[in-house]
């Protein structure tokens, strides 16, 4: 005997469970946690495939260690001012755990007062914090060209804010680096892919106790 109503309960059923299928899903990437890179073209890759960049690096490693999830919001040329302009709406988009803040460089290749830079890093900081996230704080040193009175200024505007806010810091992106000549491009500034898992293994350093 044909019971019409029977193809209704069957479609009903799959619909249910094709339903709680999706929404585990769904809940399931909503519970990864979220790095959010912020920084400029040190942590885009400049004038490298994207995927052999530090940050690509690392999301590749996470992958294969833990549930993490990295989105890399840096541009290179980005500033303290530009990064602070965009930071509440990346903030809203992803809800990162971890923000990492690597900006600065940009702003004292221009010879911006570090106090304008430091205010803006606080800002950030502080943004991200209210927002329930972890900061750290990656620093970056200049040429030495700059004079020594502004290299001081600008050299102690990391560890001073890492102090004040208790922040863990990688004080300077480029260690083991930024003095090898093979391991930089032909501006003296940019990173080469060589340099790349130098670099990560100079974050990871202080990231790995902040994964757990």
């Known amino acids: 005997m044909f019971y019409p109503w029977k193809n209704k309960v069957i479609s009903w059923l799959a619909a249910f469970l ?16 979220v790095i959010l890179v912020m920084g400029d073209s040190l942590s885009a890759a400049y004038n ?21 999830q990295v989105v890399n919001a840096s541009i290179s040329g980005e500033t303290t001012s530009g990064g602070l302009t965009r930071l509440p709406g990346l903030l809203r988009q992803h809800q ?21 830079i430091s205010n803006n890093l606080e ?4 943004l991200s ?29 990391y560890p001073n804010l890492a102090k004040k806010h208790q922040l863990p810091l990688v004080p300077f992106l480029l260690e083991g680096v930024a003095d ?33």
């Open 129 to 157: 914090q209210e927002s329930g996230a972890k900061v750290m704080l990656i620093g970056i040193l200049l040429p030495p060209n700059y004079g020594p009175a502004y290299l001081a200024q600008f050299e102690q505007t």
């Open 96 to 116: 990162p755990d971890l923000v990492l803040l690597e900006l600065g460089a940009n702003d004292g290749l221009r010879g911006l007062p570090p106090k304008l």
């Open 48 to 68: 490298l495939p994207a995927s052999a960049g530090w940050v690509s690096l690392l999301e590749e490693r996470l992958k294969n260690q833990t549930n993490w």
């Open 18 to 33: 094709l339903l709680l299928l999706m929404n585990s899903g769904s809940l399931q990437a909503a519970e990864r946690p």
């Open 180 to 212: 090898k000549p093979s391991l930089m491009q032909a501006d003296g500034l940019h990173p080469t892919a060589e340099a790349q898992p130098i670099i990560l293994e100079t974050v990871w350093l202080e990231l790995k106790a902040l994964l757990n």
């Open 123 to 126: 800002k950030m900081l502080t």
